[in-house]
């Protein structure tokens, strides 16, 4: 290495985010290349890349498939060969087959020679993460075979000069109780890289920076992160490329989310060791010493009042900087899957309700995004029985206020020739002639699609799934749904930060639409106004929101989500009505599983989402009964 680059003790760090193509070795690596002689370029002394990065991470059984292991490994020692007359240090994740077993690895390298394959030691398997379905931890005999060769795995350390030395982590590992990085630190290592691809949710960038800030403090330490972006598949997860370097506590830089590019921290190696040797417990091995009290923690009423609205922030620049974040979030992952399948044409149902309002709204910034012509979005009106004037008009206006192509399909005589087909009687007001009407729209919306070579946008939001409030393969269905996590009561906030985002006739429209109420509207009008209003159907989305988060997010009973219920809402609701509506919700959430069981894709924003591949692998068939009774005997 140039010792010039470590003049007064300072040395350059690059952490990058290529675009990637999954399964794409190739063309993954030669981005690489080009980063790398980049940061080469401008004098960065180590690189380091995201997780799985030479595959790209969310190839899922396809890392059991031997063609895709052979070609990470071919494209890995070509990437090695063309850097070889770089002075840089290069971290690059990939997938190594040996010992019988398959490791998610991170290929350190320089100058043309292979140094060490440090291993993932962790392996998440909760939520939306299933690594150990394909990886095993690091090998505890520290060596892995990679082209006939033996390699370091576990705990390696790279020394670029005396006070810059090198410890790779990945991912997962920083995440745990106890990281490598600590053995690595106590070992000499002042300079930490991570390896990362880390989903982006709500609330998760702030964690993230948090936690490795004070990561790097702790460790007296530089930390580098690396996080996957754009062109990992969006099939349920969103990636942000959310690249941080870290050192002592101090955020040195770090990258706008949803961007890709290389970030660079000049780190001081020369503080952190003077740092390490004034500070005399520095190398002092933990104490693992455990004494017990010998007593009972005693029983407690506690006065703790929850959050009535988990997924909406109170303060207002927090929750303008959310809706922000996740309208980008959805765009992202509408605009990764037409980009994928070459898409240019996006049809939706527009009912000038809220959910399809805001699914327009993230439809448009996709395109826009993509740099296709709003003209390509194909919104469509489909008013039957229950549709008002009011919902009709505004869906009309939105569409024209967007720019975006407009229809109106009457779908009444084609429901009332299917009643005819089927034998119902249309002055039967039940669940057959709501149904059919969703049905209908969706069958139309799939055709037009069709016709258009477009795919069909879903609207149906998180909280409509988790109760059912759906027609299976009616508005159940599409062929991407951008809302499918977003909560009732945040996408009410979302379109209002639209509003106040816009100005003029969209604003006001908009406005009109969030004052609209809730409604499938598959009943006649009670004199030319809505007559059918969800929550007088299924219960208040407020608390249905509240049961939800609570329920999935930290597994909570429903005694215990009864009595903060009546805590967080005392004033709205009373015990009554907050344990009608809470048996509503056990009963559906359970009894319409088999809906969430065929969902289609959709992007994953928050903490608690329902998708059947990731967060949620409920059975179809599972029983409420102990969820019931338990509100039964503990409540009543």
Known sequence: MDMKRQADGFVRIAAATPPVRVADCPYNTAEMYRMIAEAAENGAAAIVFPELSVTGY???????????????????????????????????????????????CAAVFCRGALLALPAKQNMPNYSEFYEARHFSPAPESG???????????????????????????????????????????????????????????????QYRRDMLRVHSGRLLSAYAYADSGFGESTTDMIFAGHNLICENGTLLAESALFSDGITYG????????????????????????????????????????????????????????????ILSMQAVGL??????????????????????????????????????????????????????????????????????????????????????????????????FENAQARERTQLLMDVANQHGGIVIGT????????????????????????????????????????????????????????????????????????????????????????????????????????MALRSFAGMYDAETIKKWLKTFYRRFFAQQFKRSCLPDGPKVGSVALSPRGDLRMPSDACARLWLEELSVSVL
């Open 335 to 432: 605009a990764t899957r037409l980009r994928h399948i070459g898409c240019k044409t996006a049809v939706i149902g527009l009912s000038g309700g809220l959910d399809s309002t805001l699914a327009l709204l993230v439809t448009a910034n996709a395109f826009d995004r993509l740099g296709l012509p709003r003209a390509g979005i194909r919104a469509v009106s489909m008013p039957c029985f229950g549709t008002t004037n009011r919902t009709k008009s505004n869906a009309q206006c939105l569409a024209e206020e967007l720019c975006v192509h407009f229809d109106e399909i009457p779908i009444t005589k084609a429901v009332e020739q299917h009643f005819r087909d089927i034998g119902h009687d249309p002055a039967v007001l039940d669940v057959t």
């Open 143 to 205: 060596m892995l075979r990679f082209m006939d060769e033996w390699y370091p795995c576990r705990d390696v350390l790279v020394e670029l000069a005396p006070d810059v030395v090198v410890g790779v982590e990945i991912c997962e590992d920083a995440w745990v109780a106890d990281p490598p990085s600590v053995r690595l630190a106590q070992g000499g290592a002042t300079v930490l890289l991570n390896l990362s691809c880390s989903d982006e949710i709500i609330g998760k960038a």
């Open 460 to 563: 149906g939001d998180l909280s409509e799934l988790a109760l059912g409030w759906a027609t299976y393969n009616g508005d159940h269905m599409s062929m991407y749904a951008v809302n499918a996590s977003i909560p009732k009561t945040l996408v009410r906030h979302l379109v209002r930060h639209a509003a106040e985002q816009s100005g003029g006739a969209l604003q006001s429209v908009l406005l009109d639409i969030l004052d609209t109420p809730v409604s499938p509207e598959l009943l006649p009008p009670k004199d030319g106004e809505i007559a059918q209003k969800t929550e007088d159907l299924v219960g208040p989305y407020a608390l249905h929101d509240y049961f939800l988060y609570y329920m999935l997010r930290f597994g909570f009973t429903p005694r215990k989500i009864y009595a």
């Open 266 to 325: 000049d780190v001081d190696t020369e503080r952190l060791v003077q740092e390490r040797r004034r500070m005399n417990t520095w190398r002092d091995a933990p104490l693992r010493t455990v004494l017990e009290a010998g007593m009972a923690l005693p029983r407690i009423e506690t006065a703790r009042v929850m959050d009535p609205y988990p997924f909406v922030p109170k303060d207002g620049a927090d929750l303008s900087a959310r809706c922000e974040t």
């Open 58 to 104: 969310t190839c899922g059984d396809l890392f059991k498939d031997r063609r895709l292991l052979e070609s990470a490994g071919e494209s890995l020692m070509a990437l090695i060969e063309k850097a070889k007359d770089l002075d840089i240090l290069c971290a690059v994740g990939m997938p190594v087959a040996s010992n019988g077993a398959l490791y998610n």
